[in-house]
């Protein structure tokens, strides 16, 4: 089955949106100094969404606004990470 244009263009802006998504989460790692970060079950969930976006698991509209929930949460969740870490760093006095 042929995807709506549509469709594929939105999923195209949201892979592009996760890959970014990706780039803070390693960003963010590697300022926290800690490989092992308990970050990293979260960037393993994030891959596995970016890898699979341009599969045949979203092929419609309603995928869609499914994937931009789910990128506009795990932003947010990235934004509390970065604020607590730099709490952190304040406290500690690094």
């Known amino acids: 089955m042929a995807l709506d ?3 594929t263009i939105h999923l195209e802006v949201l892979r592009e949106g996760f890959a970014e998504l990706l780039s803070d ?3 963010f790692k590697d300022s ?3 490989e092992q970060h308990p970050l990293s079950v ?3 969930q994030v ?3 970016y890898h699979g976006i341009l599969g045949s ?3 419609t509209m309603s995928d869609v606004q499914e994937l931009k929930g789910q990128l506009m949460f795990a932003r947010a969740y990235m934004r509390q990470m970065e604020t607590e870490y730099a709490g952190e760093l304040q406290r500690t006095g690094a």
């Open 32 to 34: 926290a100094g800690a």
């Open 47 to 49: 891959i596995g969404i």
């Open 42 to 44: 979260f960037e393993k």
């Open 5 to 7: 244009y549509n469709v």
């Open 57 to 59: 698991g979203y092929d």
């Open 25 to 27: 989460i390693r960003r």
